[in-house]
């Protein structure tokens, strides 16, 4: 009879593997042909997208961030944890062997009687199973490797959003060196104004009016220089930090905003950017995930089966298995909750709602993805035209201070004449450095809105070959 019941044993595990394969997740979100008003034009999106600005500097840096940046280190090992939960939801679909073994020896005795010494030893071995006959198991293994992709896909977009930080953080502060350097050229330009005053003044050719107005002036321009130098450090000090470094310490580096280039970017089509961000890839992955959540609520309510086997070796003796005594035995199980109040429904309930919630969340996230790319675009090709405008603008204001300066030298125009055309030089030049930054922040907005050159690969990992990536 033992012998029959073992050589079921092989066709019970065989149906007990049961299998779950989710519904693949459908796009809630109709992307549009193109992206509107803009040709298919420019380089395509790698994932060395930010070496496309020509600035060494800034390469370096972002090296040093995917190396060293703290948050992404921890990401790191988030996607670890996921990786171990998934192998341990795969464990739940083998059996569980055990092994034991003890010896022991006693001795007894009463008055007037001999002592009485005996002993024991055993070794056993058990082995448990659950047959997973409705999916329940293989349903949570899928989701924790759906739960383990997220994570995985979490942490590719937090290295895109470190790299996009760390590109606009050395712009923010490339931008904020020249403000710096247009200002006190500014202060040195009033500065010179100011000595021309003070000689036409005690010359009787200014009045005591123009003298203190170019004084004023003076003042006002020497106070807008700490301000931006204090701007400029923190920036840094926020740079540092995402590379990993101390905030105030370190030579501070020698670059030119104008020295980097803008770069012209094809977006593609609308229908790519849903396989290129690897958030809206966590969002399909949650979304399995949730499927075989309700898939493991549902098969909840059917009976669970459990098959377990034992064999055992027994003698009499310490530390002796000589003619044991064998016994092998088997029970196959079968267990029904009756009733539960209600819980298992609620939760089936439950798992769907969370569920509709995703999907809600996926197409959320899918509208402001494709408005993300579509602000970028329209940022650059704003930002582009302005620039060209601006330039313009400070060609004609540079010509102008340079006529008044020459008149108001020999008295045909008023200090007040020079003075608004030296302020509308420096109002020029603080917008044309503004809108420098405007475009590389567009760009560096723009890579990274689709997806910084990830690609999402479909293939299905098992628990036992799952990658987890490094830091960096």
Not at 338 to 351: E, L, M, T, W, Y
């Amino acid at each position: 009879m033992t012998f029959r019941f073992l050589t079921l044993i092989p066709a019970l595990f065989a149906a007990g593997c049961a299998s779950f394969s989710p519904a693949p997740v459908i796009v809630p979100v109709e992307p549009p042909a193109q992206w509107s008003d803009v040709a298919d034009a420019g380089q395509s999106v790698d994932r060395q997208w930010w070496q496309s600005f020509d600035d060494p500097q800034l390469n370096r840096l972002i090296d040093k961030a995917l190396d060293a940046n703290p948050n992404l280190a921890a990401a790191a090992q988030s996607v670890l944890q996921a990786d171990l939960q998934l192998r341990s939801a795969g464990a739940a679909l083998l059996p569980s062997v055990g092994a034991s073994a003890n010896t022991g020896k006693q001795t007894s005795w009463a008055p007037n009687q001999d002592r009485v010494t005996s002993g024991s030893t055993s070794v056993g071995l058990t082995v448990d199973y659950e047959l997973d006959l409705w999916g329940r198991l293989s349903a949570a293994e899928g989701a924790a490797l759906a739960s383990f992709r997220a994570t995985e896909f979490d942490y590719q977009a937090a290295r895109i959003t470190l790299i996009a930080s760390v590109a606009s953080t050395w712009f923010e502060w490339l931008e904020l060196q020249l403000r710096v350097d247009v200002a006190r050229k500014n202060l040195e330009l009033g500065e010179q104004t100011l000595t021309l005053v003070d000689a036409r003044y005690r010359n009787g050719a200014a009045s005591r009016a123009e003298l203190a107005r170019q004084q004023t002036s003076v003042l006002n321009l020497r106070s807008a220089v700490p301000p931006l130098e204090y701007q400029a450090r923190q920036r840094l000090a926020a740079l540092r930090v995402l590379t990993g470094e101390y905030p105030f310490v370190g030579d501070q580096p020698v670059a030119d905003i104008s020295q980097a280039t803008v770069p012209t970017i094809n977006p593609e089509t609308p229908a790519d950017l849903v396989t290129r961000r690897p958030d809206l890839a966590a969002h399909e992955a949650r979304l399995l995930a949730a499927s075989a959540d309700i898939e493991q609520a549902r098969s909840a309510l059917l009976p669970s089966v459990s098959l377990s086997a034992a064999a055992r070796l027994s003698a009499d003796g310490f530390l002796s298995l000589a003619d044991p005594v064998r016994s092998v035995n088997g029970l196959l199980g079968l267990s029904q909750m009756v009733f539960d109040g209600g819980q298992r429904s609620n939760a089936i309930a439950v798992s769907e709602s969370r569920r509709v919630a995703l999907l809600e969340g996926y197409r959320g996230s899918l509208l402001t993805a494709f408005q993300e790319v579509g602000d970028a675009l329209d940022r650059a090709v704003l930002y582009e035209a302005q620039e060209q405008r601006l330039r313009e603008i400070l060609i004609k204001a540079e010509e102008t201070l340079r006529l008044t300066d020459v008149r108001y030298r020999e008295g045909a125009d008023e200090l007040s004449v020079l003075l608004e055309s030296q302020r509308s030089v420096f109002d020029v030049r603080q917008q044309l450095s503004q809108v420098r930054l405007n475009r590389l922040i567009a760009a560096v907005d723009l890579y990274r809105s689709l997806g910084g050159g990830w690609q999402r690969d479909d293939s299905r990992p098992s628990a036992s070959a799952t990658t987890v990536p490094a830091a960096g």
